[in-house]
């Protein structure tokens, strides 16, 4: 039997097809069965702030504990920004690729200039 | 939706502008409880909620409403709305590091992400400005910051960032405000109420 962690990857094509409560659905019911989910066009900040909120209406004591996130974004888009400060170019991204796991299985997911690291770990 | 902000804008001039509500959000242990209370103690003489080291020692906003800032000779009236800390992650296990019995731990993991949600919903439905507090000896550029700056500027909400905490040694007030630079930022000490004018004064100038 094959050990690891299954790492699901949705294109752009499939989440411009999707609702935001369609796309939060997924990633949730992804994240809870322990699989890291990348998103090839990140969701947009209201899709975040969505998903945090449905994330904490999920977790409970002892199982579920929450989500590590992380975003590459893109350097398209209006001009100013966080992003452009952290990426250069002057741009405001629309997010291009983000990464979501479980807490306890995602232990490290750090972003440097122009690459995201993550350490996964099988679930106990 | 146009017609209906240009009447609220048309009766907002005819009757005086309404009181705004002000949302402290950040990270957990930003500080934003220590400067909520130094902010309604200066006004009021009274405090808005209990500090502590434990991370979520608020679970549930608090507001307090018609709190008056004065600065540079103009008034400006706001409720103010502290929130639990923002985070995507939430184990009731770090509470028994603080010595809770498992009960109190679960109980208190249960009220943190309840607040939280709540928190975020405020912030699409109810919140008219964000005092978002960050604790100069982090590293500014954690997810959960990137993410909530991100959904207040897509709200097209005025923003202003507290560089908190900045009578600590470890302290780096610049890093927030180079991580910042679209956004006012003051640096300010929630616990010491080192320069608090400035941040009254950005108060009035940003909220008003």
Same mark, same amino acid.
């Given at each position: 039997?094959?050990?690891?962690?299954?790492?699901?990857?949705?294109?752009?094509?499939?989440?411009?097809?999707?609702?935001?409560?369609?796309?939060?659905?997924?990633?949730?019911?992804?994240?809870?069965?322990?699989?890291?989910?990348?998103?090839?066009?990140?969701?947009?900040?209201?899709?975040?702030?969505?998903?945090?909120?449905?994330?904490?209406?999920?977790?409970?004591?002892?199982?579920? !504990?929450?989500?590590?996130?992380?975003?590459?974004?893109?350097?398209?888009?209006?001009?100013?920004?966080?992003?452009?400060?952290?990426?250069?170019?002057?741009?405001?991204?629309?997010?291009?690729?983000?990464?979501?796991?479980?807490?306890?299985?995602?232990?490290?997911?750090?972003?440097?200039?122009?690459?995201?690291?993550?350490?996964? !770990?099988?679930?106990? | 939706?146009?017609?209906?902000?240009?009447?609220? /804008?048309?009766?907002?001039?005819?009757? /005086?502008?309404?009181?705004?509500?002000?949302?402290?959000?950040?990270?957990?242990?930003?500080?934003?409880?220590?400067?909520?209370?130094?902010?309604?103690?200066?006004?009021?003489?009274?405090?808005?909620?209990?500090?502590?080291?434990?991370?979520?020692?608020?679970?549930?906003?608090?507001?307090?409403?018609?709190?008056?800032?004065?600065?540079?000779?103009?008034?400006?009236?706001?409720?103010?709305?502290?929130?639990?800390?923002?985070?995507?992650?939430?184990?009731?296990?770090?509470?028994?590091?603080?010595?809770?019995?498992?009960?109190?731990?679960?109980?208190?993991?249960?009220?943190?992400?309840?607040?939280?949600?709540?928190?975020?919903?405020?912030?699409?439905?109810?919140?008219?400005?964000?005092?978002?507090?960050?604790?100069?000896?982090?590293?500014?550029?954690?997810?959960?910051?990137?993410?909530?700056?991100?959904?207040?500027?897509?709200?097209?909400?005025?923003?202003?960032?507290?560089?908190?905490?900045?009578?600590?040694?470890?302290?780096?007030?610049?890093?927030?405000?180079?991580?910042?630079?679209?956004?006012?930022?003051?640096?300010?000490? /929630?616990?010491?109420?080192?320069?608090?004018?400035?941040?009254?004064?950005?108060?009035?100038?940003?909220?008003?």
């Amino acid at each position: 039997m094959i050990q690891g962690v299954q790492i699901d990857m949705l294109s752009s094509d499939r989440l411009s097809r999707m609702t935001s409560m369609e796309k939060i659905r997924l990633i949730l019911d992804d994240v809870r069965q322990g699989y890291i989910v990348v998103l090839e066009k990140g969701l947009t900040p209201e899709e975040q702030g969505k998903l945090l909120e449905s994330t904490m209406m999920e977790i409970s004591p002892g199982g579920f !504990s929450g989500i590590e996130i992380e975003t590459y974004p893109s350097t398209s888009g209006s001009e100013g920004g966080l992003f452009s400060k952290l990426f250069g170019g002057g741009k405001t991204p629309a997010g291009r690729l983000m990464v979501i796991g479980p807490v306890d299985q995602l232990k490290m997911l750090t972003r440097e200039k122009d690459r995201l690291i993550a350490w996964a !770990s099988a679930a106990q | 939706m146009a017609v209906m902000m240009r009447i609220k /804008g048309f009766f907002s001039k005819l009757f /005086g502008k309404k009181r705004s509500r002000v949302g402290i959000y950040g990270p957990p242990n930003a500080g934003k409880t220590t400067l909520a209370n130094r902010i309604v103690r200066d006004v009021t003489g009274e405090a808005i909620g209990p500090v502590s080291e434990v991370p979520h020692e608020t679970r549930r906003a608090r507001r307090k409403e018609g709190v008056e800032i004065n600065s540079g000779g103009s008034k400006l009236l706001i409720d103010i709305v502290d929130t639990p800390g923002v985070t995507t992650k939430i184990d009731y296990h770090e509470f028994l590091e603080y010595g809770m019995d498992q009960d109190e731990a679960v109980a208190r993991a249960r009220e943190a992400t309840e607040g939280v949600a709540e928190a975020m919903h405020w912030l699409r439905e109810d919140i008219d400005g964000v005092i978002y507090v960050l604790d100069s000896t982090q590293d500014p550029f954690m997810h959960v910051n990137i993410m909530m700056i991100g959904i207040i500027e897509s709200r097209k909400l005025p923003v202003i960032i507290v560089a908190n905490k900045i009578d600590l040694p470890d302290a780096a007030p610049q890093r927030i405000r180079s991580a910042f630079p679209q956004h006012p930022v003051v640096m300010v000490s /929630g616990l010491e109420g080192n320069n608090m004018d400035d941040l009254y004064g950005k108060i009035s100038e940003v909220f008003r």
